[in-house]
């Protein structure tokens, strides 16, 4: 019995058999499931694969008709090197974009007559509400300047054709305040306008600026001045040298070590620099973040270690911040009147090439979308323009 049990038991041996029954349809599901599984995989690799050439194509086209490309093939001329590119979208990376930037002639004589121009770059998140001011401001004066503006990327521009900010979009990514992305931002203006050979002059500009002068004043206070304005100065004290990480040395020390308004303008070796540094970077990309406010520091510390003889060290844009807090005052309508200005345009007093001058600032910030229509009404009597 208990053998039989055993055995019953073992009778379970027939197991096998009902094992491999059961296995076969088993193994056919398994084959079968396998077979959908690769399927499906293979299904959503063709997808994925798709989507992400879909994507990249969108990506591209706007950008794929309108390379950027100063000689195409058989134009050999040097017509086709000093022109300006006619489009300012192109699919190059910052990595390439700056490589490109920094080819610079090493002859100071240039082969045809070239007139400097001063590049306008806007830093903005999106529209330009001031752009009517800015547009009576260049009015006449096309030959001298350009224009690039750095939105957020998602940000889709409405200037009609007859603007002078018509298509005068770069290609642009998220910049964020106080943060190396601004900085790159910066640099990414600085490159694009530097591909117009013409440009010597480089400005940067928020929508909340103002120009305070007529374009000619403008033009010649930059054009003749012996040094650039980039705001640089050594201060003492927790907002200042209390910013600086002690980690940043060799490469700058605490000495080195300065501070100075984010608006700034640079000639063409001083913005050359600006895009081309690799020394720098790394240090205040890694060293210099919030509360170290990067866009006030990594600019003004380099150049005046690199070129403190092209400085100025002040800013052509006038903030007030007397009204304390970590940001600047914003003017709306109410502010605007002729008085408003007299006191900004000659209360101080400055240095321009070895002179004492009352005029210090050509730009001022920050004023609000309704300070428009008051701007527009005073520009010819207080700003000559
Ligand atoms: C730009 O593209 C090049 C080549 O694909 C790559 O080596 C480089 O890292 C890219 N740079 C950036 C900033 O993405
Ligand atoms: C673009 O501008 C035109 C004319 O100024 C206006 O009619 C239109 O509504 C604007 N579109 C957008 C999306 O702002
Ligand atoms: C600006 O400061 C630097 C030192 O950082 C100095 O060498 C240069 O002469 C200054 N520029 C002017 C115009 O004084
Ligand atoms: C423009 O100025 C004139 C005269 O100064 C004044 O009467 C008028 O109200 C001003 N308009 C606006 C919109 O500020
Ligand atoms: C520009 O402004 C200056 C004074 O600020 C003035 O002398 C000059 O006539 C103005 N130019 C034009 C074209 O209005």
Redesign the pocket.
């Known amino acids: 019995m208990q053998a039989r049990l055993v055995n019953g038991e073992s009778g379970m041996e027939p197991a096998p058999p009902v094992r491999s029954i059961l296995s076969k349809p088993l193994s056919y599901r398994l084959l079968y499931f396998f077979l959908i599984f690769m399927v499906l995989g293979l299904g959503v690799c063709i997808v994925s694969l798709n989507m992400s050439r879909y994507f990249r194509i969108r990506h591209i086209v706007p950008t794929e008709s309108s390379r950027y490309n100063p000689c195409s093939e058989g134009t050999n001329s040097l017509e086709c090197w000093i022109r300006p590119p006619s489009n300012l979208v192109h699919n190059m990376n910052d990595t390439e974009l700056f490589w490109r930037a920094t080819f610079a002639p090493r002859i100071k004589y240039y082969p045809y007559k070239r007139v400097p121009k001063l590049a306008f770059m806007f830093l903005t998140r999106g529209p330009l509400p001031l752009a009517p001011l800015w547009e009576k401001f260049f009015k006449g004066h096309e030959g001298l300047y350009s224009i690039y503006i750095h939105s957020l990327p998602g940000y889709q521009p409405n200037y009609s054709r007859s603007s002078v900010f018509y298509q005068r979009q770069i290609p642009s990514q998220v910049s964020e305040w106080g943060e190396m992305s601004m900085c790159d931002a910066e640099r990414r203006l600085l490159a694009n306008a530097m591909l117009d050979y013409s440009n010597e002059f480089f400005v940067l500009l928020s929508e909340a600026c103002i120009p305070l002068r007529n374009f000619t004043t403008v033009y010649h206070y930059i054009a003749e001045s012996?040094?650039s304005f980039m705001g640089?100065y050594?201060e003492k004290g927790p907002y200042g040298r209390g910013r600086y990480h002690p980690n940043m040395a060799p490469e700058v020390t605490l000495q080195q070590w300065?501070k100075g308004s984010q608006w700034f303008e640079v000639n063409r070796a001083l913005a050359l620099r600006i895009v081309q540094d690799t020394t720098y970077y790394p240090k205040f990309k890694e060293f210099c973040k919030p509360a170290c406010y990067v866009d006030e520091h990594y600019f003004p510390t380099m150049l005046?270690i690199e070129m403190?003889?092209l400085?100025?060290?002040r800013s052509l844009t006038w903030t007030d911040w007397s009204r304390g807090g970590p940001h600047p005052a914003t003017f709306g309508k109410n502010d605007i009147s002729e008085g408003f200005f007299e006191k900004i345009l000659s209360r101080r007093m400055c240095?321009y090439n070895?002179h004492l001058v009352f005029q210090c600032y050509l730009f001022a910030r920050k004023f609000a979308p309704s300070a428009l229509e008051p701007l527009l009404n005073v520009s010819s009597k207080v700003f000559g323009f």
């Open positions: 012996q040094y640089s050594d300065r005046s403190p003889h400085l100025a060290n240095f070895h």
